[in-house]
């Protein structure tokens, strides 16, 4: 997702879970949370997977506002 007003990305989508595209969940992850491996030219977030497992996410066919913030909070407390 783009922020139009200052022209950098505010955060981007990830899938997670599901099988064959079904029952997979989605999340708004902000931009800043995932780091750059420049030896294999990707992005990666460190999450544990059993916390994208618990972490409420969203479904392809409800995608919140997107003027709103609704992020997965990567607080590991």
């Known amino acids: 997702m783009l922020n139009v007003q200052y022209g950098k990305i505010e955060c981007i989508i990830i899938e997670f879970g599901g099988f064959m595209g079904l ?8 931009f800043t949370a995932l780091q750059l491996n420049r030896h294999k030219q990707d992005f990666v977030l460190d999450v544990d997977k059993s916390f994208l497992e618990k ?9 919140p506002e997107t003027n709103g913030h609704y992020f997965v909070s990567l607080d590991k407390d």
């Not at 029952?23 to 902000?30: C, D, N, Y």
């Not at 972490?55 to 995608?63: E, I, N, S, V, Y």
């Open 23 to 30: 029952g997979e969940k989605l999340f708004a992850v902000p």
């Open 55 to 63: 972490a409420p996410g969203f479904d392809k066919d409800h995608w």
